[in-house]
């Protein structure tokens, strides 16, 4: 999502989104930068009517329409009971917002004593936690993680193929497009490939954070600073 957010462009133009059939018909990934855009403007404010989406993310109302439906047939975005403005007149809105149970990630805080795991929604309500033994090595944090993804998906009795992906926050210089930790005084690594290897280990998409840019992230999505 930071891809869209950091080239600061809006396309005009709706790109078709990729689709699977090994996963149930989900998209692989809605990855072009107006559905990155669509996503993000949901995740920031909860819920929007189309025109408000429109007007957010600089897409025309046809586009608009157009996307969201393949987001609502593949049961990413979800319509919610109509709302009647008292300030507009006209029609009532129709609310578009994230279906929180299209999928559940896997967030990891390595700066945690002891370091620890969490099963989230994509409103970022916490499902269930779990701690991991602290660890340095980098193949055993992976394999702490991927010990401990049974656990929190037993706990809130979701399935493992519901888990879209991962994030590790660390302490430290992070180089996100290559989910390299370049150096962390806390771990004791230096250009340690992280993401790759707990993808390898666990096989599900992973990404990493410097842990107080991680913070902000979370208040600015979905705590204190959503305002």
């Known amino acids: 999502m930071g891809t869209a957010r950091q080239n600061g462009k809006r396309d005009a133009k709706p790109q078709g989104a990729s689709r699977s059939s090994a ?3 989900r998209p692989v990934a809605v990855a072009t930068s107006s559905y990155v855009n669509i996503i993000e403007a949901l995740l ?3 819920s929007m009517s189309r025109s ?3 007007t957010s993310t600089g897409l025309s109302r046809s586009a608009l329409t157009e996307m969201s439906r393949v987001l609502i047939q593949h049961q990413f975005v979800e319509e919610s009971p109509s709302v009647i403005d008292k300030q507009r007149k006209g029609r009532p809105s129709i609310m578009l917002s994230l279906n929180a149970r299209y999928g559940y990630f896997v967030g990891v805080g390595l700066t945690e004593d002891p ?3 969490a099963l989230t929604d994509c409103h970022g309500n916490v ?6 033994g602290m660890v340095m090595d980098p193949e055993e944090v992976a394999k702490a993680i991927a010990h401990g993804i049974p656990g929190l998906t037993q706990a809130s009795n979701i399935s493992r193929e519901k888990v879209v992906g991962i994030g590790v926050a660390l302490s430290g210089h992070v180089d996100h497009a290559q989910g390299i930790c370049l150096h962390s005084n806390l771990l004791g690594w230096h250009n340690v490939p992280i993401a790759k290897i ?3 280990v666990t096989e599900m998409p992973t990404y990493i954070d410097n842990d107080a840019h991680a913070v902000a992230l979370g ?5 204190l600073a959503r305002e």
């Open 23 to 25: 996963n149930g018909g």
């Open 44 to 46: 920031e404010n909860g």
């Open 52 to 54: 408000e989406l429109a």
């Open 115 to 117: 370091p620890l795991m």
């Open 127 to 132: 499902l269930a936690e779990h701690e991991i």
């Open 198 to 200: 707990v993808e390898r």
């Open 219 to 223: 208040q600015k999505l979905f705590g």
